[in-house]
């Protein structure tokens, strides 16, 4: 996990080759297949599964683009931005509040098609992903990356993102069967209509 102190640059407008925002009408589904695209050996049961919610609802993506435009209620979900290269989506990065006051967020789903890689993509996203948090009185931002990931760490950190933690997924083949243990005296479990007992014990 990497931390940044975010700095102040201006957001350009909208354009139809380079960054562009995150449109939720007509970018779910080629975002949904960009990230399994990116991440195909590194996705885990979560991520698959938010993968398939993002299919289902880009069916309806018209539907939510309107709802978002009366209620702005999707844009600490999927907010963020997207690279476009002759109509196709090739680039994303979602950035996302961490917390309700907007000073914390959080940067994620920094993907380049294998093919528009090495052109300098993510830096760019990265790059306008920050200066969107700093516009919107961020001044923290927080993402995480595999520590295998050498061209993406050295990214973060010519970006100034700092390490502050890791984590470590364990896993074991086969689960070991657990041999009976001696009944314990006046040991049982409780029922439902016990509740107020154990709670006054608590």
Request: charged fraction near 25%; avoid cysteine.
């Amino acid at each position: 996990m990497t931390a940044y102190h975010a700095v102040s640059r201006r957001l350009g407008k909208s354009i139809e080759s380079g960054i562009r925002p995150f449109d939720i009408g007509r970018d779910l589904r080629p975002v949904a297949e960009l990230i399994a695209d990116a991440f195909a050996h590194e996705l885990d049961p979560r991520g698959s599964a938010a993968l398939r919610e993002m299919r289902i609802m880009s069916h309806i993506g018209a539907l939510l683009k309107l709802l978002n435009r009366s209620t702005g209620e999707f844009d600490d979900i999927f907010g963020g931005f997207v690279w476009v290269e002759e109509g196709k989506v090739v680039g994303n990065v979602t950035v996302q509040k961490a917390e309700s006051s907007g000073v914390r967020w959080q940067i994620a789903n920094v993907a380049v098609a294998p093919a528009y890689r090495g052109r300098g993509i993510s830096r760019q996203l990265m790059v306008r992903a920050v200066d969107y948090i700093r516009e919107n009185g961020g001044t923290w931002a927080v993402l995480q990356v595999y520590a295998k990931n050498v061209v993406a760490r050295n990214l973060y950190e010519h970006l100034n993102f700092e390490e502050v933690g890791g984590s470590v997924d364990l896993r074991m083949e086969r689960v070991q069967p657990i041999d009976d243990t001696p009944a314990i005296p006046n040991f049982y479990s409780f029922s439902s209509d016990q509740w107020q007992q154990v709670y006054d014990l608590a």
